[in-house]
């Protein structure tokens, strides 16, 4: 049930990346043997979920 999980019982998603907006977040946290292909697929990943 969307409406339970997001605490919003109006809530009706338009599409599903508006629905991954409200249920993910998305954190890159870099170490030492990141490279900069790492650190672009998590920037690619954020932007699709929204």
């Known amino acids: ?3 339970r999980v997001v605490s919003d ?3 009706i ?3 599903p ?3 991954c907006g409200r ?3 998305t954190c890159y946290m870099a170490s ?3 490279s900069e292909d790492t ?3 998590a920037k ?3 932007t699709q979920i929204g």
């Open 13 to 15: 998603p338009e599409d």
């Open 44 to 46: 690619d990943l954020a």
């Open 9 to 11: 019982s109006s809530y």
């Open 23 to 25: 249920l993910f977040t």
């Open 1 to 3: 049930d969307v409406q």
């Open 39 to 41: 650190r672009n697929r």
């Open 17 to 19: 990346r508006e629905l």
């Open 32 to 34: 030492e043997n990141s």
